[in-house]
């Protein structure tokens, strides 16, 4: 597509449910990125796939957080059990992965993100 | 750990003046810096990026200088117009393996007709 597509774009659940969010990156892009935007915070950085692989799971705000990536394209970001505290705004980009002199050129482009509501 | 700050958190002003948004970050060791908007309800838009060997990027009325060694960004919006209203965030990419962007919380400008 165009652009990084995420579904839903709203998502109500009640607390202790399961969510899957999705996101669709730009054709081609071999990284892809999630990051969450809490009420009056800045966005946080959650968790960055190379391909089908995640180097770094840090990010992820606890083990109820987990991400897969398929065929270098489709990532499903799951959240069990969920909690108040995980309601937010859930963002993912795309870039291509530029590497040595050229990464300093690494624009990620940005999915218009899933608002997520836990009761 | 790098920490970056926006000031101010909101701006107002009337349409058709000139402004400057600010950006710092603590750690000068980055491969860019980027700003973009945000729109209520929609995602990011990249605006300008400015690479760490660069000091300065301009797009249209925007222009956006680096300070590398003083940890320092602005974005200077020229002439502003009503749909020019909307969230500013900077960020800046400081390397590793994870390529991650570390954000400021944002300035939410509103430019008055």
């Known amino acids: 597509g165009a652009g990084v597509s995420q579904s839903p774009s709203n998502k109500v659940t009640e607390k202790g449910k399961d969510v899957e969010l999705r996101c669709d990156p730009i054709s081609g892009h071999t990284a892809l990125y999630w990051y969450r935007q809490r009420l009056g915070q800045g966005l946080e950085f959650l968790i960055y796939f190379q391909g089908n692989s995640a180097p770094d799971k840090s990010g992820l705000p606890s083990d109820r957080f987990s991400a897969e990536r398929t065929g270098e394209s489709v990532s499903t970001l799951t959240i069990q059990r969920t909690q108040q505290e995980d309601s937010a705004v859930y963002l993912c980009?795309?870039?291509?992965?530029?590497?040595?002199?050229?990464?300093?050129?690494?624009?990620?482009?940005f999915g218009a993100g899933t608002r997520l509501s836990v009761l | 750990k790098q920490e970056v700050t926006q000031i101010p958190a909101a701006l107002s002003v009337p349409e058709g003046e000139n402004l400057v948004l600010n950006c710092s970050f603590t750690d000068s060791a980055i491969y860019n810096l980027q700003w973009f908007r945000q729109d209520p309800g929609k995602g990011l838009t990249s605006l300008l990026l400015?690479?760490?060997?660069?000091r300065e990027q301009t797009s249209g009325r925007l222009n956006a200088s680096l300070d590398k060694s003083s940890g320092r960004s602005t974005l200077y919006i020229a002439a502003s117009q009503p749909g020019d209203s909307a969230t500013y965030l900077c960020?800046?990419?400081?390397?590793?393996?994870?390529?991650?962007?570390?954000f400021g919380k944002g300035t939410l400008l509103t430019v008055n007709p």
């Open positions: 980009a795309s870039s291509l992965r530029l590497a040595g002199g050229e990464r300093a050129k690494n624009i990620q482009y």
């Open positions: 960020a800046v990419e400081s390397g590793g393996s994870n390529y991650k962007l570390t």
């Open positions: 400015i690479q760490s060997s660069q």
